[in-house]
Structure formats: structure tokens, C-alpha cells
């Protein structure tokens, strides 16, 4: 009886708040049609949905831009969102400041301390003079601290021998190198962001690692009712108090490293938490979010957003790279004879960042891993705040924006053969690797990924550097794993992740 009751009332709720609420803009590019409440998801086709786990994104938006075209909409629940699948448009509409905000998304504000207008602290999902703010602040600090300054990159590569001694003891065996790899990249990322370093078996760093991964998994738990009534859905949703659950541990495990700065201030200290603090000292506006207690709130949402930001793209990302070279042992042919010529084979002088602007194949195959990989495959959703037109297009006030990420790395209009591995398509005649517009896994314009220097430096000295060291082989009785474009079905949230497989570690000096 209590349960019926409940059920009326929320059915009423979700009539009412659709019949008062906004109709939503009208002119609209094309896209499938839609019904009250539930938007375009009766349209869309069984084999882009999976069961208990929402859309499968990538595939869905790769069907939209074939039938709909470069720019197209779905209403995803109650929200019109638009996809762009062209490389050329997506450059000139994120370059405009009324699309660098991003939704709101509450009732998951609260977890980053937002107001009651839906707005948050940190980097990847604040809006308007806070974003831009912590953006600028951040950026200029990760140039200052990160691989500009040689012994920075030293510490990267004593991390990386770390890793490759590690993995010396479990040579010639199939493993899976997923959770080692995340574990190392995260401990570079702690050692630029907090300043100390663990040992890869240290129980905090597992604890960490895990915690972030916990985050971004809780990150997909949003569901129709999140998006119709926030408050109610809050209130009743398990997943909800679970994603929080995740969110706080995390929260407490930055809060720690905070708090032991402050407790020990020193001058000499040069990591992000020393200089951020500095930063909040020189802040007296209480309408800065820098100020005073609502900066603390910042800082810990920042480091929170630069290890989940950081983190899993890399470690996802050299993961997926392996694959391919399994797939393509003659790829691994070419990077060992080009790390033998430009650096040699000694263990104490492993791939440096001086080397990068000789190793053009290497290069050449980290471009074509990440066209393949597309491991951020819609990018992180946008909001228009007014009405704008990009060229030919309209783009509504109060829509989402989507960069179709994947659609534009295997389009045939800029890729021959877009679904080959062929680090070839990135040299030019005389050998020398030749960088593309049209990759773009960071995203592009106002608000493109703010860790992308890092993150190419990090991906390119780990990748050269474990490769400098193994051959990486298939187990002789393990099928590859199929490969082609969305081919499973594990790729439903934000990350796209390889499928799993082991793989044989042969030592090579
Ligand atoms: C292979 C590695 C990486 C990939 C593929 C990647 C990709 C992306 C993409 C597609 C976005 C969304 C941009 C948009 O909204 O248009 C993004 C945002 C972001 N990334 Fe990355 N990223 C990587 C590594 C990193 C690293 C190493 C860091 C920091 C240490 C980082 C921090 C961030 C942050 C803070 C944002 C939000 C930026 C903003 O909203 O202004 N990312 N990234």
C-alpha cells in the first residue's frame, strides 16, 4: 500500500515537474524523435542499448552521425544534447566562450561542494569565473612543476625502472599489466602533485588507486530519475549514497596530504598542494574561490580532478597501445630497431625526452594509438549558455554539447582504411612524423584537456621506456582480442577500455 502511495506520488511528481518545466528549444539540427519525460530512448535501436548498463555511447553516436549527419541531437531523458562528428565544426564551436560551461549535474554537485544552484568547486566540472580561475592557475603551475624541469622527468624515469624492475620478476608468463601500469602512472602523478613518493606495493598507493577507479565507475551512476528529480532521486537511490560513499574516501585521502602540508609549511617545498596553499594565503575576496575555506574545498577538488583526469586516460591508454602492438608484431619490430639506433640498449640510459625528437616512428605510433584508441571517446559534455551559430548551424541556448570523438578518428572522410592500425599514415616522404589536426583525443578549443603536455610526455617516455626494455608478446594460448571499433561491450561510460587480455613479458637486454 505505502509502496503504491509512493509510486503515485512520484509519478505525479515527474508529470508535474515535465508539464511546468522548460519545452526545450525548438530549433534543434536534426535527430531520432522523441516522447515526454524519457526523451529519445524509446528510439533508440536494442543493439546500442545493454541491459542494467545504460547506452553504448560510442556505438549510439557513431549510428546518429551516419544517419543524421556532422551535427545532430538526441534528447537523452529531459536533455537535448548535441552531437558534432566533424572535425572542422567541433574546432570552431568549442573555440566560442558561450560553450566553455558545462551542465549542471545535480544532485552529484553536493559531492563537490556546489551551491544550490547546481554550480561546483574543482576544475572539470565548475563553470563561468571559478573555472576559469582554477583553470589558468593550475596550468600555470603543472608547467612550472611538471616536465619543463629536468629533474621532474628524472623522477619519471626512476618511476618507469621502478615499473620495469617490478615487471622483471614476472617475466616470460602471461600477465595482465593494467592495475601495475595505473599503479606507476599514479605515483608519478602523487609525486608531482603531492610531493612524495611510494613504493608500488605500499598499501596507500593501492588504497588510492582504487579509490579513483571507485570515482570514476560512481561517475556513471546517473539515471533518468538523477536528471528528472535530483532531490527525490537523491533520496532514494542506493547507487546515489554508494557513489558518495566513494567520492568522500577520496575526498578524506586528499584532505590528509592537505592537511599534513599545512601542518609542515616549508619553503623549500615545491609541489602543486605547497604552491596552491600559497596561493589561498594571497586571497582576502570572499567571492574568489580561492578563499580562505572555500580554496581548501577547491584544492581538494582540483587534485581530485588532476588524478581522475590523469590517471586512467595514460595508464588506459599505453594498455590499449600493447594491444595493438600484439596485433601488429611487425609494428614492434620497427620501434625496437629505432630505440636500438637513437638510444642503445643499456638499462642506465633508458628513452629521455631528447630522444623524442628523434624517435619519429615512436611517435608515429603513439598518434595512431590514440586516433585508434580514443580512450575519452565523447569527450566531457559542454552547455550553451546562449544562442549561437556556428557556420551553418544553430546551436540552442540551454542544450549539452557532445564532441563525437571516435566518429571523427574513423572517419573515412579524413582516415583511409580508418580501422587499420598503420602508424604509417603519420610519416612523411622522407620518414619524419607528421602531426594531425584531426587528432584530437584531448579535445579542443577553450576547454581542451589542461593535462595534454603531461600526459604526451608521461604516455611517450613510459611506453618508450617499457618497450625499450621488454618485447611484449601474445600467450600462445590466448586468441587476440578482437579489436575493431566498439566491438564489445565494455565500453558503455566515460573511459574506453581495452578488452582484457595477458600478455608475455621477453626481456631484450
Ligand atoms: C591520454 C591521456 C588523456 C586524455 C586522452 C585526456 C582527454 C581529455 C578530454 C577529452 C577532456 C575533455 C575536454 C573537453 O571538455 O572538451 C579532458 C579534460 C580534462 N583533463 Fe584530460 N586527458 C588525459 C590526461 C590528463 C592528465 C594527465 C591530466 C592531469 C594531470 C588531465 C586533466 C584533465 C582535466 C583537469 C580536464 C578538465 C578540463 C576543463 O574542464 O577545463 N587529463 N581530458
Given at each position: 500500500m505505502w509502496v503504491l502511495l509512493a509510486l503515485l506520488v512520484l509519478f505525479c511528481a515527474v508529470i508535474a515537474r515535465f508539464a511546468t518545466g522548460p519545452k526545450g528549444p525548438t530549433r534543434l539540427p536534426p535527430g531520432p524523435?522523441?516522447?515526454?519525460?524519457?526523451?529519445?530512448?524509446?528510439?533508440?535501436?536494442?543493439?546500442?542499448?545493454?541491459?542494467?548498463?545504460?547506452?553504448?555511447?560510442?556505438?549510439?553516436?557513431?549510428?546518429?552521425?551516419?544517419?543524421?549527419?556532422?551535427?545532430?541531437?538526441?534528447?537523452?531523458?529531459?536533455?537535448?544534447?548535441?552531437?558534432?562528428?566533424?572535425?572542422?565544426?567541433?574546432?570552431?564551436?568549442?573555440?566560442?566562450?558561450?560553450?566553455?560551461?558545462?551542465?549542471?549535474?545535480?544532485?552529484?554537485?553536493?559531492?563537490?561542494?556546489?551551491?544550490?544552484?547546481?554550480?561546483?568547486?574543482?576544475?572539470?566540472?565548475?563553470?563561468?569565473?571559478?573555472?576559469?580561475?582554477?583553470?589558468?592557475?593550475?596550468?600555470?603551475?603543472?608547467?612550472?612543476?611538471?616536465?619543463?624541469?629536468?629533474?621532474?622527468?628524472?623522477?619519471?624515469?626512476?618511476?618507469?625502472?621502478?615499473?620495469?624492475?617490478?615487471?622483471?620478476?614476472?617475466?616470460?608468463?602471461?600477465?595482465?599489466?593494467?592495475?601495475?601500469?595505473?599503479?606507476?602512472?599514479?605515483?608519478?602523478?602523487?609525486?608531482?602533485?603531492?610531493?612524495?613518493?611510494?613504493?608500488?606495493?605500499?598499501?596507500?598507493?593501492?588504497?588510492?588507486?582504487?579509490?579513483?577507479?571507485?570515482?570514476?565507475?560512481?561517475?556513471?551512476?546517473?539515471?533518468?530519475?538523477?536528471?528528472?528529480?535530483?532531490?527525490?532521486?537523491?533520496?532514494?537511490?542506493p547507487r546515489f549514497e554508494r557513489a558518495k560513499v566513494m567520492f568522500e574516501e577520496c575526498k578524506s585521502l586528499m584532505r590528509t596530504a592537505i592537511n599534513a602540508h599545512i601542518a609542515s609549511r616549508d619553503d623549500n617545498n615545491s609541489d602543486f598542494i605547497h604552491v596552491y596553499l600559497n596561493e589561498i594565503d594571497q586571497h582576502d575576496l570572499e567571492s574568489s574561490s580561492f578563499c580562505g575555506e572555500k580554496g581548501l574545498q577547491s584544492l581538494e577538488i582540483v587534485l581530485i580532478d588532476l588524478f581522475i583526469g590523469g590517471s586512467e586516460t595514460t595508464s588506459t591508454s599505453i594498455n590499449w597501445t600493447i594491444l595493438y602492438l600484439l596485433h601488429n608484431p611487425e609494428v614492434q619490430d620497427k620501434i625496437h630497431a629505432e630505440l636500438d639506433r637513437v638510444v642503445g640498449r643499456s638499462r642506465d640510459d633508458p628513452p629521455n625526452l631528447c630522444h623524442n625528437l628523434e624517435l619519429d616512428y615512436m611517435n608515429a605510433v603513439i598518434a595512431e594509438s590514440m586516433r585508434k584508441s580514443t580512450v575519452v571517446s565523447s569527450g566531457v559534455p559542454h552547455h550553451v549558455d546562449e544562442d549561437t551559430w556556428i557556420g551553418d548551424y544553430f546551436f540552442p541556448r540551454g542544450t549539452s554539447v557532445m564532441a563525437n570523438l571516435t566518429y571523427i578518428h574513423h572517419d573515412p572522410q579524413l582516415w583511409e582504411n580508418p580501422e587499420e592500425f598503420n602508424p604509417d599514415r603519420f610519416l612523411g616522404p622522407s620518414g619524419h612524423f607528421v602531426a594531425s589536426p584531426n587528432v584530437m583525443p584531448f579535445s579542443v578549443g577553450k576547454r581542451f584537456c589542461l593535462g595534454k603536455e603531461l600526459a604526451e610526455q608521461e604516455f611517450y617516455l613510459f611506453l618508450s621506456g617499457l618497450l625499450h626494455r621488454f618485447r611484449f608478446e601474445n600467450p600462445p594460448d590466448q586468441d587476440l582480442p578482437n579489436i575493431s571499433f566498439c566491438h564489445d561491450d565494455v565500453n558503455t561510460g566515460f573511459l574506453r577500455y581495452p578488452p582484457s587480455y595477458n600478455v608475455i613479458l621477453r626481456p631484450r637486454f
Open positions: 524523435p522523441r516522447v515526454p519525460i524519457i526523451g529519445s530512448i524509446p528510439f533508440v535501436p536494442r543493439e546500442f542499448r545493454i541491459k542494467g548498463r545504460g547506452l553504448h555511447t560510442p556505438k549510439l553516436f557513431h549510428y546518429l552521425a551516419r544517419k543524421y549527419g556532422p551535427v545532430c541531437h538526441i534528447w537523452l531523458g529531459p536533455v537535448p544534447t548535441i552531437v558534432i562528428s566533424d572535425a572542422k565544426i567541433l574546432r570552431e564551436a568549442f573555440k566560442s566562450n558561450n560553450m566553455s560551461s558545462r551542465p549542471i549535474m545535480k544532485p552529484f554537485h553536493e559531492f563537490r561542494y556546489g551551491s544550490q544552484d547546481g554550480t561546483q568547486r574543482g576544475l572539470v566540472l565548475s563553470s563561468g569565473k571559478e573555472w576559469e580561475d582554477q583553470r589558468k592557475f593550475t596550468i600555470k603551475q603543472l608547467k612550472g612543476l611538471g616536465l619543463a624541469r629536468k629533474s621532474m622527468e628524472s623522477m619519471i624515469l626512476y618511476e618507469i625502472g621502478q615499473l620495469a624492475d617490478l615487471l622483471t620478476e614476472e617475466l616470460d608468463e602471461p600477465i595482465d599489466l593494467c592495475f601495475k601500469t595505473n599503479l606507476s602512472v599514479v605515483n608519478a602523478l602523487w609525486m608531482i602533485l603531492v610531493g612524495e613518493r611510494l613504493s608500488l606495493d605500499d598499501q596507500r598507493l593501492i588504497r588510492i588507486v582504487q579509490s579513483i577507479e571507485n570515482v570514476l565507475k560512481s561517475a556513471q551512476v546517473a539515471s533518468l530519475l538523477a536528471l528528472l528529480l535530483p532531490n527525490v532521486f537523491k533520496m532514494i537511490s
